[in-house]
C-alpha cells in the first residue's frame, strides 16, 4: 500500500513538471521578442522602428542623413541610462576611439535585426 502511494506520488508530481514546462514555453512563445521590443521602443519613443520600415522602402540621401540622426538619438537615450550607473559608454564612431565602431556596427545590426541594410 505504501509503494502505490509513493508511485502515485511520483507521477502526480512528473505530470505536475511536464505540465508547467509546457505551459511557461506557450507563455514564452506568446510574447515573441519581436513585439515586445516594438512595445518597448513605443513605450520610450525610440525611432528604429520607423527607421527599420524607411530602409525596406527607396530612400533618398537627405532621407538617410535624418535616419541616420535618428538614430543617433536612440543611441543616446539607450546608453544614457548605462552611464549614468556608473559604465562609460559609447558608439562614438570617432578614430581616436578604438572598438566604438564595433559596438556601433553591433547597434545598428541589431536594430535592423541583422539585415545588413545600413553599409
Known amino acids: 500500500m505504501l509503494l502505490m502511494c509513493i508511485l502515485i506520488v511520483i507521477i502526480s508530481f512528473e505530470l505536475f513538471l511536464y505540465g508547467f514546462r509546457y505551459t511557461c514555453l506557450w507563455i514564452l512563445a506568446q510574447n515573441s521578442s519581436a513585439n515586445y521590443a516594438l512595445k518597448v521602443a513605443d513605450t ?20 538617410l542623413d535624418r535616419l541616420h540622426q535618428s538614430l543617433d538619438h536612440d543611441c543616446q537615450v539607450l546608453t544614457k541610462p548605462l552611464n549614468q550607473a556608473g559604465g562609460s559608454y559609447t558608439l562614438d564612431a570617432s578614430p581616436a576611439a578604438p572598438g566604438r565602431t564595433a559596438r556601433r556596427r553591433a547597434y545598428l545590426s541589431v536594430v535592423l535585426g541583422g539585415s545588413g541594410q545600413w553599409r
Not at 522602428?49 to 524607411?54: L, R
Open 44 to 63: 520610450i519613443r525610440l525611432s528604429f522602428p520607423t527607421v527599420q520600415q524607411a530602409l525596406r522602402t527607396e530612400v533618398q540621401r537627405p532621407e
